[in-house]
């Protein structure tokens, strides 16, 4: 009996193991999660996003010092919220497309706020110019299927991004809002662990 | 004989309107085809926001119109049904050329916020083919519009240089 024994151990001690090492979130579903923005022109207030980017995420609410993020969003696929500025965003001027063609976020710490909150902070690279940035992001998990919600403003010129003409800011305003909503699953669970539940 | 005119409030809209009119019209025409500049947008805004005072004139207008009779015309009944057709129509058109502009800003995403302060509502989705087809309609009503100022103009000088009556008078401010 004592090798019965010995398994039922073993066996709980696996059980709790996999307990303690909870899930990581690391499959960002593109199709399924946003990029957008939001801008002033001439008091009134746009909406723009980004239809094409790629996201990489590692997230384990239980070891958020390894949380890994970058986002690489493709400038070209931007949709300004008003068809006749899609082209000229890309320009020169703006986002420099051909010279830049990608923006870029990278996390580079994720602190808990209480709850499902975090404050993620990152480097955000446009047109060549890398600035610090800081998010709030709200996390909502059902099932293995976790979702990042979050925003965070910047200010345009301070990348370069509509200059020239475009720096008289009674236009377009400064301040740009970017949100982006991602989701991601849980990594293919191992044979022993159980689907996670979280909530 | 004394002219009997239109009260001070009909008049006073009526040249306001027409002035506003006067302006957006050559703003709406020269801006559309700008490329896209600083001046284009503020041009832009400034053609939304006469536009929607117009309307709210034009709302004040109607409003005084159906509430206050007209001093009387003595015209040939052919005129007077003639005239206020054309009238009915100016009526119409000073409501639904801003109206159609609102919508078609709706429609293309871009929210109308009167003087860059008071937004107005969306009324309709963001929707980029039924924007295409507001536009269409606007500058369809703006010509309409145009062809019967002309004609309401030269009605008025005709009537005061030619038949020497009192028709514009009763629109001209006065004692």
């Given at each position: 009996?004592?090798?019965?024994?010995?398994?039922?151990?073993?066996?709980?001690?696996l059980l709790m193991a996999c307990d303690a090492s909870a899930v990581e979130y690391n499959q960002v579903q593109s199709n399924q999660s946003t990029v957008s923005?939001?801008?002033?022109?001439?008091?009134?207030?746009?909406?723009?996003?980004?239809?094409?980017?790629?996201?990489?995420?590692?997230?384990?609410?239980?070891?958020?010092?390894?949380?890994?993020?970058?986002?690489?969003?493709?400038?070209?696929?931007?949709?300004?919220?008003?068809?006749?500025?899609?082209?000229?965003?890309?320009?020169?001027?703006?986002?420099?497309?051909?010279?830049?063609?990608?923006?870029?976020?990278?996390?580079?710490?994720?602190?808990?706020?209480?709850?499902?909150?975090?404050?993620?902070?990152?480097?955000?690279?446009?047109?060549?110019?890398?600035?610090?940035?800081?998010?709030?992001?709200?996390?909502?998990?059902?099932?293995?299927?976790?979702?990042?919600?979050?925003?965070?403003?910047?200010?345009?010129?301070?990348?370069?991004?509509?200059?020239?003409?475009?720096?008289?800011?009674?236009?377009?305003?400064?301040?740009?809002?970017?949100?982006?909503?991602?989701?991601?699953?849980?990594?293919?669970?191992?044979?022993?662990?159980?689907?996670?539940?979280?909530? | 004989?004394?002219?009997?005119?239109?009260?001070?409030?009909?008049?006073?809209?009526?040249?306001?309107?027409?002035?506003?009119?006067?302006?957006?019209?050559?703003?709406?025409?020269?801006?559309?085809?700008?490329?896209?500049?600083?001046?284009?947008?503020?041009?832009?805004?400034?053609?939304?926001?006469?536009?929607?005072?117009?309307?709210?004139?034009?709302?004040?207008?109607?409003?005084?119109?159906?509430?206050?009779?007209?001093?009387?015309?003595?015209?040939?009944?052919?005129?007077?049904?003639?005239?206020?057709?054309?009238?009915?129509?100016?009526?119409?058109?000073?409501?639904?050329?801003?109206?159609?502009?609102?919508?078609?800003?709706?429609?293309?995403?871009?929210?109308?916020?009167?003087?860059?302060?008071?937004?107005?509502?969306?009324?309709?989705?963001?929707?980029?083919?039924?924007?295409?087809?507001?536009?269409?309609?606007?500058?369809?009503?703006?010509?309409?519009?145009?062809?019967?100022?002309?004609?309401?103009?030269?009605?008025?000088?005709?009537?005061?240089?030619?038949?020497?009556?009192?028709?514009?008078?009763?629109?001209?401010?006065?004692?």
């Amino acid at each position: 009996m004592k090798t019965f024994n010995e398994i039922i151990i073993l066996f709980a001690l696996l059980l709790m193991a996999c307990d303690a090492s909870a899930v990581e979130y690391n499959q960002v579903q593109s199709n399924q999660s946003t990029v957008s923005f939001g801008y002033r022109q001439m008091g009134v207030p746009m909406e723009g996003k980004f239809g094409k980017f790629a996201a990489q995420v590692a997230f384990d609410p239980d070891k958020l010092a390894n949380a890994q993020a970058r986002i690489d969003v493709t400038l070209s696929s931007v949709d300004s919220g008003s068809s006749d500025a899609d082209e000229s965003v890309q320009g020169k001027l703006w986002f420099d497309t051909r010279n830049y063609p990608l923006a870029s976020f990278v996390a580079t710490g994720v602190k808990p706020l209480g709850g499902n909150r975090y404050q993620a902070t990152g480097k955000l690279t446009i047109k060549g110019k890398t600035l610090d940035v800081s998010a709030p992001v709200t996390l909502a998990v059902i099932g293995n299927r976790a979702e990042f919600n979050g925003s965070f403003n910047i200010k345009r010129l301070s990348y370069g991004v509509g200059i020239g003409e475009w720096t008289d800011l009674d236009t377009v305003a400064d301040d740009i809002q970017i949100r982006f909503h991602l989701v991601v699953l849980a990594s293919p669970a191992s044979p022993l662990s159980n689907p996670p539940k979280r909530k | 004989m004394t002219t009997k005119r239109y009260s001070k409030i009909s008049i006073g809209l009526h040249w306001v309107i027409a002035l506003l009119i006067f302006s957006a019209f050559p703003i709406g025409l020269y801006m559309h085809d700008l490329k896209l500049s600083p001046t284009k947008l503020h041009l832009y805004s400034y053609h939304k926001w006469i536009g929607i005072t117009v309307l709210m004139l034009a709302v004040l207008r109607v409003l005084w119109r159906a509430t206050h009779k007209p001093p009387a015309l003595h015209l040939a009944r052919w005129q007077e049904v003639a005239s206020g057709i054309v009238h009915g129509f100016l009526y119409l058109l000073i409501l639904a050329v801003p109206m159609t502009g609102w919508l078609m800003s709706s429609a293309k995403g871009v929210k109308t916020v009167w003087l860059g302060i008071f937004p107005l509502p969306d009324l309709v989705a963001k929707d980029k083919a039924l924007g295409h087809i507001l536009s269409n309609v606007h500058t369809a009503l703006n010509y309409t519009l145009l062809v019967l100022v002309v004609l309401h103009i030269a009605a008025a000088l005709k009537h005061h240089f030619v038949d020497r009556d009192d028709v514009l008078l009763r629109m001209l401010p006065g004692k």
